[in-house]
């Protein structure tokens, strides 16, 4: 269903379990980003009724997310860190396309938002499916789950409101461009790294 280029290797759960603790300070910020992100994309497309309804609803969540992830840190003696620097979504980011017309820009910043989903959710699978933890095995699958939600809606929206744009073209484009760039990520406990 995502179609991405490079699956994550297994053993980046290792990494993961060598450090619980920042691998859960990083996951709670990155859901904070993906709330943030959505009402950026409500702010600045704000007459499109149906995405604004949509997207209020997935930035609720993702702040749900957020909630539950500090529970886990807290309920396990764990403290918040700092906001950590994404330096995938960073790279990413690179690949939008910043000039052009509006709406070009504003299907780049769905697609955008679509890949960060699509290979979050490939790495809770990940999770899911090899942490020894159970409760984080159980927590990981959910959110996997919800996460493909989110890549459906993010690239559903795309397509709709990408008229006279070749929107499979340019997820192709990126997909191709992620499957590159991931190669250099894969050995921190973080959730894109």
């Given at each position: 269903?995502?179609?991405?280029?490079?699956?994550?290797?297994?053993?980046?759960?290792?990494?993961?379990?060598?450090?619980?603790?920042?691998?859960?300070?990083?996951h709670?910020w990155?859901?904070?980003?993906?709330?943030?992100?959505?009402?950026t994309?409500?702010?600045?497309?704000?007459?499109?009724?149906?995405?604004?309804?949509?997207?209020?609803a997935?930035?609720?969540?993702?702040?749900?997310?957020?909630?539950?992830?500090?529970?886990?840190i807290?309920?396990?003696?764990?403290?918040?860190?700092?906001?950590?620097?994404?330096?995938?979504?960073?790279?990413?980011?690179?690949?939008?396309?910043?000039?052009?017309?509006?709406?070009?820009?504003?299907?780049?910043?769905?697609?955008?938002?679509?890949?960060?989903?699509?290979?979050?959710?490939?790495?809770?699978?990940?999770?899911?499916?090899r942490?020894?933890?159970?409760?984080?095995?159980?927590?990981?699958?959910?959110?996997?789950?919800?996460?493909?939600?989110?890549?459906?809606?993010?690239?559903?929206?795309?397509?709709?409101?990408?008229?006279?744009?070749?929107?499979?073209?340019?997820?192709?484009?990126?997909?191709?461009?992620?499957?590159?760039?991931?190669?250099?990520?894969?050995?921190?406990?973080?959730?894109?790294?």
């Open positions: 269903m995502l179609h991405l280029k490079l699956e994550t290797d297994p053993r980046w759960v290792t990494i993961v379990e060598s450090n619980i603790e920042e691998i859960l300070t990083d709670a990155c859901e904070q980003k993906a709330a943030t992100n959505a009402i994309i409500i702010t600045l497309n704000s007459e499109h009724e149906e995405l604004v309804t949509e997207l209020l997935l930035a609720k969540e993702e702040l749900e997310h957020f909630q539950m992830v500090h529970e886990i807290k309920k396990r003696g764990y403290t918040l860190g700092r906001e950590r620097k994404d330096h995938y979504v960073n790279q990413l980011y690179k690949f939008m396309n910043k000039g052009g017309n509006r709406q070009q820009s504003f299907v780049d910043r769905l697609l955008f938002s679509a890949m960060i989903e699509a290979r979050s959710c490939e790495r809770f699978k990940l999770l899911s499916q942490i020894k933890d159970e409760e984080l095995s159980k927590f990981y699958h959910d959110l996997m789950i919800s996460e493909a939600g989110h890549y459906t809606t993010f690239i559903t929206f795309a397509r709709q409101y990408g008229t006279g744009i070749d929107v499979d073209k340019r997820w192709q484009e990126l997909v191709a461009f992620e499957g590159e760039l991931i190669k250099s990520y894969g050995e921190k406990e973080s959730i894109h790294g």
